[in-house]
């Protein structure tokens, strides 16, 4: 497999946004669903959507996260880049390598592939559980946004994503605002 070795700051930059992913697991969280949460002693805003549910009978497990976090309690300009998850459960073993290209198609058109990073892997109950990340550039996710359809690919692995789950990140992106 010939892939090109992934920035460092990709790479802190996912950690850390899974890492406040897991942090907020343990606060009173609304998943599935865009909202906005303020740390008040970081002065830190962080407008999020996780645990978008895009499973099937084929593959319950399956989760959407898109994140982005700034100072203060309002975003100055339009973010480079929002953190962007992808949570799978196994029922077998886990399947993915550290880095891999996912695809995108967005209203049918593909989309340029997107190196992401697998940040974790964890069981959760019986369910080997991954944690794929990656910034993706904000004009993508906005495309994403407001797509009537969407189709990612991981490692063989097709999810497609429903204009109802979609309806989810158009949320997102409007409470971001550019």
């Known amino acids: 497999m010939n892939t090109k070795p992934i920035p460092r ?3 802190i ?5 899974f890492a406040s992913i897991v942090a907020f697991a343990q606060t009173d969280q609304q998943y599935g669903i865009a909202y906005s949460h303020y740390e008040k002693d970081k002065d830190r805003t962080t407008i999020e959507v996780q645990r978008l549910d895009v499973g099937n009978p084929d593959q319950p497990h399956l ?12 975003l100055s ?4 880049f929002v953190i962007f998850i992808v949570q799978i459960g196994s029922a077998d073993r886990y399947k993915y390598p550290d880095i891999l290209q996912m695809k995108l198609r967005v209203d049918g058109k593909p989309a340029p592939d997107i ?6 892997k964890r069981m959760a109950d019986k369910w080997f559980l991954e944690t794929l990340g990656t910034r993706m ?6 495309a994403i946004a407001h797509a ?3 189709e990612l690919e991981v490692d063989g692995l097709t999810i497609p994503v429903s204009p109802e789950k979609l309806a989810k ?10």
């Open 148 to 150: 009537k359809t969407v």
């Open 13 to 17: 930059t996912c950690v850390v946004a």
């Open 115 to 120: 190196t992401i990073a697998n940040l974790d």
């Open 9 to 11: 700051l990709l790479l």
């Open 63 to 74: 989760y959407l996260n898109a994140s982005i976090s700034f100072p203060g309690t309002r």
């Open 137 to 142: 550039k904000y004009d993508v996710f906005k």
């Open 77 to 80: 300009e339009a973010p480079d």
């Open 169 to 178: 990140f158009a949320d997102l992106e409007k409470m971001i605002g550019y």
